[in-house]
């Protein structure tokens, strides 16, 4: 265990902002990292609802404004956890000031934000990443795996979906996820980015082409117009000669957070669902698939947690992606998935929203 | 009972052939039928394979031309159980002859011979039926059923995909169904057929436009070259106002025989999947899903077999098939699926590879 | 093919027997035989409903005397599908007639009933078979093969559950099953039984010692008084090491038909529940259970049948039975279970009733 | 959120110490609790190791007798994470100096001790749990609400079973969970205690009446004689009319932590399994069972974490408990599961072991 700390400030304390504190206040007890991280700032808009979220979730400060964060010395990582919207903007300051910065996903609402973002990751000498957390559920990360090592041979399909139902009731309010100019995009953006990136880490395939659709079935909502797709739907060509299917909704009734994705190959397949989080399914073809209990010590990040059978959960993922990023910074290597993975991800939601918008066939820029 | 017999004649005793004469023996023994059927006629191209499966499967004759078949006066029913290239032909004449014919999917190998068989059915006064087995599964009845009672509210999404593995091996040989001459197109036409149908028999909307791909992983095979597809994904927009995500293919290694399709709702969704036939999955969204055993006399065709938790197999789906089409005789109405529901699948069919070979969203004319 | 045929007599014509004439009918069309039955006579005791039934189920006469049938010389085979109360009688009376016997389980109601059946059929020179249909689910049968192959090492474990709901309701009436005097005992042999001789069959270990208890939660019916078990639980150890755990209900509200059963090996494991009766899982320790779909070629009984992922319903199990029972007839050897078999279940049921009103351990004699 | 602390000093710093201190250190994060706990005092018999954990876990200060532990002002809570041997010397004499008292399960190792232990409990003012955690996953908490809420009706079944592997290998050595004059007996008291614990609390039913058997499968191992059972297996009679049937096993080759409960009731059923632990399956009977991802808000517990869909993990349960705990502290309850509780499991654990050593039907006393 390192006495080397190295100061930490988030700026956003919503959903995401709970589940990295939580990864934060929890990844140097379970791993025996070369820095120790100190959560030392937060920052929201709002004084007092940042101050109640600095006590509640245990960081030492609270600040309304990112750009005072930014400027202290005491703070070495900046962990942004806003809407879209604003992720540029902090990350390009925050990476000109040689903070190294970890950034929610989509990347960026456009392509050319998401290009701005990558030029000053590539002008900094800190340490970028966009927490695609998916990536680090162990399961995930076996699958991930388990195609490297060729235990699939050729993959020939990419099947993946991300199906939830929360704004199925047509009374839901108009939230800023629904809101294009907030959002970026709707379904496509927020859970398509998530299973695009995990097509494309567990595969090893690009998306090089897409033919798509999208579709808003709830138009008016109380407070106003929705103005992000509720549903897309596409199918792609990758880099390796696979072909996929991809989708990902609100509207799919009973569905909660069912990220799913199955790979066949020449030499077998494998399917993952985040509903059942702890299990990988996996056949070599002749019989049948197998449910592997991804809780063996030997599996990724596994061995740092409890005794086989003893399930983790959501949070887990993010402990797991600042345990990999805290080393790469003390390594000085660039974390996976970069910023440049997060841009190739925003080119395939452009060209989704093109190829819906055209009805025709967009090969990925 | 009924002792008022009708004559059948079958025409192929390959696999559909055996799977259709199972139903011919089995349905009067568990259906309280109009119409005793009689096994009196089997025809294939070669005397002594006929001959030979005319003892096994227990028809009375056996017979090598189909013509002759057709003009006999003991023969009131053409079963059709030939490769696709084969069906215009023979069901046109036997309808013109005054049979009632039901035929193997998919109707035929193109939409013009599709179309000429609709026109055939509509000036015979005999009845007419395309094979389209699955609907008479218990738990695809049943999901058709749900939906028509409004139990999922409106329909949303529809997703449906046919999984196999069976040509993974590169050294499978080129049978008749990777032979466009011969099976019209791959998995697209064989098993893609089966969730189109599917699809617009459960959820009631019929699909009206496609955007797809088609792909051919294996080119050369012992025998020669393939000239199908292999697999084959379209995205699709439906007459009530859902999209659908599609996906055939015979390169799902360690998928058997997955014919899966999920509708969502504004007020529930349904699951199921062929591998585990006697079950359907249902949510009204809020308590997750439900696995119902399809095994209760009050579901469609089940009050026939066993008593609850006792599944059925792949063969009763003929038997129901069989049982409609033989009461749709009786009371002079047309069974369902029409040779027109035949064309319809057709029309996609085609629809799917013209958007496949043009890159761009087709509508179903 | 071949053409000598052998006579058929049944006795009984309701649920087992309708089965069984399912299986009569469709055996030779599937399996290659040395025999090929003859479904010549039908037996019950009212006039009027055993003709419906021989017109149903498509036998040639019908009688109402089984003492006429087993007289008769163009019945060879005496199937006995009435209840418990009868067996020993009518299969001593055909066995000392030379006729081969297939007897519906529980062999008989009482331990002395079936030790008289036992000596009657070492007796004659026919053949006998009880009528253990489990045995001859592809699934079952496969998990018999692993273990004797060794897939498993010694088996540890165990586990066997037959749960069913049917009278949960306490407003059902009191049918036969739930008369001593007719049916022996209640869920113990009606189904416990079953599992009692699965569970004996796939893991090659005998019970030798049980420890239980059995409960009726509902004691009056319309109709009259229960007198036999609603549940039946015991603990045992077997003759190769093993311990076991069993229960058998008619109390397990949702559960329909759920023959379950696993077994734990040094090496390995396997899991079976006949609410899928396609399915066995299979685990070698390390990676978890993999969902063999039991419908390949190699599978036991299936090459028959339908290509991979078609799988087959309850009655296959039946016509599997027939199947090796005219074999065995053929061959003049023994077909398994035999009548020694039944009674060795019949003891473990003696025992568990022993036991539960004794409370303590019971041997097995 | 309050600024009320309480002092906390742990005894011990293996399995359970890890899953502990990971509950003390997040539990005010997410729950809005009346006292704030400080993780003051790690205590441990090997100094260096103790301090290692001290560092690793967070505490702030390393302690290497107990004794001094207790007599320390600034600690108000004792949590004893030590094998069963010490349960009672550390619980009595820190519930003499007035700590509360959180305990691993099983209370101890035998009765009396466990007698002894409800004594002092009655005789301090200060507070006393026992801690079996798998009460506060939130599925089995949701199960004993549906039960508590009459929706089972009334229980006529209770099936339990937690199933492991990890001594299956003969080769593994003799770890004090081995020994029964450390552990008290094997998977009966280590595992069994849990299901035991589960079902008394699910079904609202004590266990009366047992009879069961246990079993060594491997005697000697690396390091010594086993001394405790590898299988304990009983059936049982329940308060309110139940039949149990339980098992606990370290020998279930591929189950890793199956901690499995089944009831049965006249108005429906529930099931869990633990290596599915965010699932509770629900039946009303008629329509099957009802897979309920427990990651709604207003399932127990759940609201304070993540969206629907984002599932728990294993440490969980223990955050909630000590959640249950300092709320009970501040309000001056009793927790639930009591020290009596604890002694009531203690008691069915004495009879099984009675019953299996004597072949008879034992009374729990």
């Not at 080397?4 to 304390?13: A, K, L, P, S």
Request: hydrophobic share 40%; aromatic share 8%.
């Amino acid at each position: 265990m390192t006495d080397r700390t190295i100061g930490v400030g988030m700026v956003g304390y919503a959903f995401m902002g709970r589940v990295h504190s939580q990864a934060w206040r929890t990844v140097s007890a379970f791993f025996d990292l070369p820095l120790r991280p100190e959560m030392r700032v937060i920052c929201g808009r709002t004084k007092e609802a940042t101050e109640t979220a600095r006590r509640r979730m245990g960081w030492d400060e609270a600040l309304t404004d990112w750009r005072e964060l930014i400027s202290r010395d005491d703070i070495d990582i900046v962990d942004i956890c806003t809407p879209g919207d604003s992720h540029a903007e902090i990350a390009i300051a925050a990476l000109a000031a040689g903070k190294h910065v970890i950034c929610e996903k989509p990347l960026a609402n456009t392509v050319p934000e998401a290009v701005s973002m990558v030029e000053a990751a590539q002008a900094s000498p800190a340490r970028s990443m966009v927490a695609f957390n998916y990536r680090r559920v162990p399961a995930v990360a076996l699958a991930s795996r388990l195609v490297a090592e060729g235990r699939l041979g050729t993959i020939r399909h990419v099947r993946a979906q991300y199906l939830q139902d929360w704004i199925v009731d047509p009374e839901y309010p108009l939230v800023w996820r629904l809101q294009k100019d907030k959002a970026g995009s709707g379904a496509l953006g927020d859970i398509g980015a998530h299973i695009i990136d995990a097509a494309q880490f567990i595969s090893g395939q690009r998306i090089v082409g897409v033919s798509g659709l999208t579709e808003t079935f709830v138009r008016d909502r109380p407070g106003g117009r929705v103005t992000v797709d509720d549903a897309a739907l596409f199918v792609a060509r990758m880099s390796g000669g696979a072909v996929g299917s991809f989708e990902a909704t609100r509207f799919a009734t009973g569905r909660k957070n069912a990220l799913r994705i199955e790979l066949n190959g020449s030499l077998g397949s494998l399917y993952f669902d985040f509903e059942a989080m702890n299990e990988l399914w996996v056949s070599s073809g002749d019989e049948g698939f197998t449910r592997i209990l991804v809780t063996e010590p030997d599996h990724p990040y596994v061995g740092a947690w409890w005794p086989p059978g003893h399930g983790l959960g959501y949070e887990h993922s993010f402990t797991h992606e600042i345990k990999d990023f805290l080393e790469a910074i003390a390594q000085g290597t660039d974390p996976s998935p970069s910023f440049a993975d997060g841009l190739r991800v925003q080119q395939v939601l452009a060209a989704v929203e093109e190829s819906a918008a055209e009805g025709r066939y967009k090969e990925v820029m």
